[in-house]
């Protein structure tokens, strides 16, 4: 269409600059409620979809902002995102909000540029488990607990039984082959670029400009103000979002215990709350 034309439309139907398809990947990752969606693979695909569907389009934005969470989720939605920029012939620019630790900076390396803001935490490349021991509470209480197995080793961790030095041990084992598989995930992507520092693996989490000194992240910037000076003035955001379910569009998105949210969901929504509170309260935030 030309430009004397151009003009004459409404400005909704104008075409001036580039528009860039951004899909936003926040929250805690990992299978969320039946009303509480977590940042999965499911929860993202569509978007994803929609985004690298743009034939018009120079490149895909990812918006990230998680704390981390399931690495399995985690490493499916890092997938994806290749997958597709490989079929779609497409670059990824990754942009950090508050966070990118753990699953979410895991998430982050599909970018084939990280950008990130000064402020913004980046890293934990490691692997956490947590739990509570309550066999001495249930002893004290009076309380007789009973479980049948069929295998030795069906009960391991068990946090009503006294702590199983061989249940550790596997636990670390485990976590170890997780971490390895990081690792190489981050060394894969961000190549020569990453520092030699012992830190750089050892769970650790650093604000933007650290961040880009190690190697993490390709420099501090601003989204809006980068992808402007990529492609121009003119270059508008389009924001690529998730379909609602069911269950979403009759309900909302109210909290627990608001009107429009049935009784049956609250404890598992405040639950779920708690855990996500954990998971961010790690750094910080």
Known sequence: MSK??????????????VAIPVVRMSGVIGSGGVLRRGLSLASVTAQLDRAFADKKAPAVAILVNSPGGSPVQSHFIFQRIRQLAEEK????????????ASGGYMI?????EIIADPCSIV????????GFGLDKAIEKLGIDRRVYTAGTRKVTLDPFLPENGEDVEHLKN???????????LVKSRRGEALSQSEDLFSGLFW??????????????????????ARYGEKTTLRFVGASRGF???????????QAG?????????LIGAAEERLYWSRFGL
């Open 4 to 17: 004397s034309l151009n003009r004459f439309l409404p400005s909704f139907l104008r075409r001036e600059g």
């Open 89 to 100: 012939s497409k670059p990824v620019l990754v942009y950090v909000e508050d966070v990118a």
């Open 108 to 112: 982050a390396c599909a970018g084939d």
């Open 123 to 130: 890293g934990s490349i490691g692997v956490v488990s947590a």
């Open 174 to 184: 485990l976590q170890k082959d997780i971490h390895k598989v990081f690792i190489n």
């Open 207 to 228: 604000a933007g400009d650290a961040a880009h000194a190690l190697g993490l992240i390709d420099r501090v910037g601003d989204m809006r103000q980068d992808l402007k």
């Open 247 to 257: 269950l979403r569009r009759q309900f909302g998105a109210s909290l627990p215990g």
């Open 261 to 269: 949210t049935p009784s049956l969901f609250s404890a598992e929504e």
